[in-house]
């Protein structure tokens, strides 16, 4: 079974000059060997929380536990250098004077020159930089670089790894690439991590449990199809899904809205709301006397990304296989299989 490994109980910072809480109640859990998505918009607080769990901030209120010990609450604090923590940054931070080797070996201590360089060999070949040791900084990709940062971090064997962005300097090619090696980097060694991400689509693809931030707050922690299939508000399924939503009406089991009533199994209380469809789920039939009409098209190579235009003006996308090409100027009826839909209250 998983073991917890860190542990934050309605962890909570206030900097003195601001009026909200850069981080408000958070409390989540990250198990043994867990990567744990941090996902939000800029300036909710992932860096802050991530700070905090590193040790270089204080907290308000609240406890964080790592391995079952207290490392910070209102009357303890035990410094960065005593946490057992790896971080990595989103600008590498790279010492420019040492080489490949030198870098990763700087933060082993306490231990022989032997089993130096046989943890930096080893740590050098898990992030496939083998024959690149003697190499400076500046002689190496930005996607290299960002690989020594990571076996700089690793070396030591940190109980957690934290990294904030650390693929949001590279190109798009690169990014995704290194995405999924650094996961597969992050269970080759075992290590629990927690990846800061404002990339919905990356926060979804390396994590085994993601949480999403807003304003300080966590809004939803769950697995990345929970997150994706269950959103928990309006705002978690805006920002990671982008999906659209409609205001309804309810008489029955029908929901009712300006582009058509579609059938929703679920109890709700509420008898108006908003539905949620996400883009992939609308259905386009193209049809003389239907409300809606295609604005724009565009080609996106596996799918084409609809703009639609209801009777009140309102916008909304749809993304379909270009197998089925609707030009512009065309009038669609909407469906969507019902078990995609989800209400919110409005
Ligand atoms: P980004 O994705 O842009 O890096 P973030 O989600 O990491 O954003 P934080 O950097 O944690 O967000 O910032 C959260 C809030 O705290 C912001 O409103 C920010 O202005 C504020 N903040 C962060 N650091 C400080 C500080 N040292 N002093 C005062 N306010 C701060």
Same mark, same amino acid.
């Given at each position: 079974?998983?073991?917890?490994?860190?542990?934050?109980?309605?962890?909570?910072?206030?900097?003195?000059?601001?009026?909200?809480?850069?981080?408000?109640?958070?409390?989540?859990?990250?198990?043994?060997?867990?990567?744990?998505?941090?996902?939000?918009?800029?300036?909710?607080?992932?860096?802050?929380?991530?700070?905090?769990?590193?040790?270089?901030?204080?907290?308000?209120?609240?406890?964080?536990?790592?391995?079952?010990?207290?490392?910070?609450?209102?009357?303890?604090?035990?410094?960065?250098?005593?946490?057992?923590?790896?971080?990595?940054?989103?600008?590498?931070?790279?010492?420019?004077?040492?080489?490949?080797?030198?870098?990763?070996?700087?933060? &082993?201590? #306490?231990?022989?020159? !032997?089993?130096?360089?046989?943890?930096?060999? $080893? =740590?050098? @070949?898990?992030?496939?930089?083998? %024959?690149?040791?003697?190499?400076?900084?500046?002689?190496?990709?930005?996607?290299?670089?960002?690989?020594?940062?990571?076996?700089?971090?690793?070396?030591?064997?940190?109980?957690?790894?934290?990294?904030?962005?650390? &693929?949001? #300097?590279?190109?798009? !090619?690169?990014?995704?690439?290194?995405?999924? $090696? =650094?996961? @597969?980097?992050?269970?080759?060694? %075992?290590?629990?991590?927690?990846?800061?991400?404002?990339?919905?689509?990356?926060?979804?693809?390396?994590?085994?449990?993601?949480?999403?931030?807003?304003?300080?707050?966590?809004?939803?922690?769950?697995?990345?199809?929970?997150?994706?299939?269950?959103?928990?508000?309006?705002?978690?399924?805006?920002?990671?899904?982008?999906?659209?939503?409609?205001?309804?009406?309810?008489?029955?089991?029908?929901?009712?809205?300006?582009?058509?009533?579609?059938?929703?199994?679920?109890?709700?209380?509420?008898?108006?709301?908003?539905?949620?469809?996400?883009?992939?789920?609308?259905?386009?039939?193209?049809?003389?006397?239907?409300?809606?009409?295609?604005?724009?098209?565009?080609?996106?190579?596996?799918?084409?990304?609809?703009?639609?235009?209801?009777?009140?003006?309102?916008?909304?996308?749809?993304?379909?296989?270009?197998?089925?090409?609707?030009?512009?100027?065309?009038?669609?009826?909407?469906?969507?299989?019902?078990?995609?839909?989800?209400?919110?209250?409005?």
């Amino acid at each position: 079974m998983q073991q917890a490994i860190l542990h934050l109980q309605n962890v909570t910072k206030q900097f003195s000059e601001s009026t909200y809480p850069a981080v408000d109640n958070v409390s989540l859990t990250l198990q043994q060997g867990d990567v744990l998505g941090l996902l939000g918009p800029s300036g909710c607080g992932k860096t802050t929380l991530l700070r905090m769990i590193a040790g270089f901030e204080r907290l308000e209120s609240g406890t964080i536990e790592i391995g079952g010990q207290v490392v910070c609450n209102t009357s303890k604090y035990i410094p960065a250098e005593q946490r057992d923590i790896g971080v990595v940054f989103q600008d590498y931070a790279l010492f420019p004077h040492l080489n490949v080797a030198e870098n990763v070996a700087f933060g &082993l201590r #306490n231990i022989s020159k !032997q089993q130096i360089q046989k943890r930096v060999a $080893e =740590v050098i @070949e898990l992030v496939s930089l083998k %024959g690149l040791e003697k190499r400076y900084p500046y002689e190496l990709s930005g996607g290299q670089q960002q690989r020594v940062a990571l076996a700089r971090a690793l070396a030591p064997q940190p109980q957690i790894m934290l990294l904030d962005e650390p &693929l949001s #300097n590279l190109d798009i !090619q690169v990014r995704l690439r290194l995405r999924e $090696e =650094v996961r @597969e980097i992050l269970k080759a060694a %075992g290590t629990s991590a927690i990846f800061v991400t404002h990339d919905q689509e990356e926060a979804l693809a390396i994590s085994d449990i993601v949480g999403v931030m807003q304003q300080g707050h966590l809004e939803q922690l769950g697995t990345p199809e929970e997150i994706y299939t269950h959103p928990a508000s309006r705002f978690v399924a805006e920002f990671v899904t982008q999906a659209n939503f409609l205001p309804a009406r309810r008489q029955g089991n029908l929901w009712e809205t300006e582009v058509g009533s579609f059938e929703i199994p679920v109890h709700h209380n509420n008898d108006t709301g908003e539905i949620m469809i996400r883009q992939e789920d609308l259905i386009l039939k193209p049809t003389t006397d239907a409300p809606v009409v295609i604005r724009t098209r565009r080609f996106l190579g596996r799918e084409y990304q609809y703009c639609l235009q209801t009777p009140s003006g309102k916008e909304l996308h749809a993304r379909t296989m270009t197998n089925t090409a609707l030009p512009v100027g065309t009038k669609v009826q909407i469906s969507i299989a019902s078990d995609a839909v989800k209400v919110f209250p409005g």
